[in-house]
DNA sequence: AAGTTATTGTAAACCATTTAGATCTGTTTA
DNA sequence: TAAACAGATCTAAATGGTTTACAATAACTT
């Protein structure tokens, strides 16, 4: 609310309407809806997650809350909470431990993990793209044989090249986990 | 044992010709050839993944060994040296938890894991060849990236359709874990 | 058959994740 | 607006799968 040009609110921190901003409230609307309470700790996971987009471990998120928002646990609770409403994607390290995405509207990622320097990046939109629909299809068929609660999860491993440069190159987004 | 015919070793128990005692053979020769020790614990355990085929969860394969055969910790140790041989292939439980299954020369499999029944069944073969198409294909632009060590993990999770005739209509062969 | 060295057994450590029970806090209601 | 009912969180401890340390054993080598 407020806002109109995101310019004259001097001391405006929380940017009404900045994307994050509205990624939250979105968020928030989908919790409120299914009957889930709107928490302190729930809305600063929230933001970690908006504000980096990219996987992260609940480790590394709990280490992103200002220090006494909440538990570990909490967090744990929380994102298990969130992916059970969908606001959240799952995926895995490949020690087998687990990455948190943002989830909101946008069609699923898939990711690469570098075992060399433990980050995730993003395989590039053509790619996701089009392992989408081949794991669509298959899920498909999978549904018309009768299977419900139908889900997937595919990851890539790898050790991504040396110089920063080729990295570059991928035009794809990398975060280091822990 | 003492089959009919097979051929004409009365008290022959261990079937030198059948199909599972070749694939203990390769398996063993492979073995030797990465100049590992062919051991007790290590035959009694390939020979429990060559009888199942299927995946199995770890426990699985040690409760299958005559209980003097070998520790579990064992068990762990030899299916991680057997994967690294590429002479098992790794895949999970919807727990998070490493299911392993024989690879012998035959082309990937994929995976359904019913959450419902706990078994884990094959994707049938089309389906599986297009996947595996599908991986192949941007595994290859990893590469032609730069990225070395490649490889993926593929897994589909779903409840079986409550009928048996539908899920023998699958085609696919299933196997309860634990 | 003896020696070497990988492999195993045992016990304990590890780590991510989950649970139990008490306490707190959003949200609803009066 | 205050009381009250869940739902959510905190703390601590338990789990469960997997790994490690180190001494004992058993494959392979000669």
Redesign the interface.
């Known amino acids: 609310m407020i806002s109109a040009t995101q310019t004259n609110h001097p001391l405006n921190e929380t940017d009404q309407d900045s994307p994050s901003a509205i990624a939250l409230q979105v968020a928030c609307n989908r919790l409120k809806s299914a009957g889930l309470r709107i928490t302190q700790p729930r809305i600063a996971i929230l933001e970690a997650l908006i504000k980096r987009s990219l996987p992260a471990s609940i480790e590394q998120i709990h280490a992103e809350l200002s220090a006494t928002v909440c538990d570990l646990v909490t967090v744990y609770r929380c994102l298990a909470a969130f992916e059970e409403l969908g606001l959240v994607r799952r995926c895995?390290f490949h020690n087998?431990a687990s990455l948190y995405q943002i989830a909101l509207a946008d069609s699923p990622s898939y990711h690469?993990v570098d075992?060399t320097s433990n980050s995730v990046g993003e395989?590039d939109p053509e790619?996701a793209q089009?392992?989408s629909e081949?794991m669509r299809k298959?899920?498909q068929?999978?549904i018309a044989?009768?299977?419900?609660?139908?889900?997937?999860?595919?990851?890539?491993?790898?050790?991504?090249?040396k110089?920063p440069i080729?990295r570059m190159?991928?035009g794809a987004l990398m975060a280091e986990i822990r």
């Open positions: 895995f087998g690469i075992k395989l790619l089009e392992l081949a298959i899920e068929k999978l044989r009768g299977y419900t609660d139908v889900s997937h999860l595919v990851e890539f491993f790898g050790r991504a090249p110089h080729d190159q991928n």
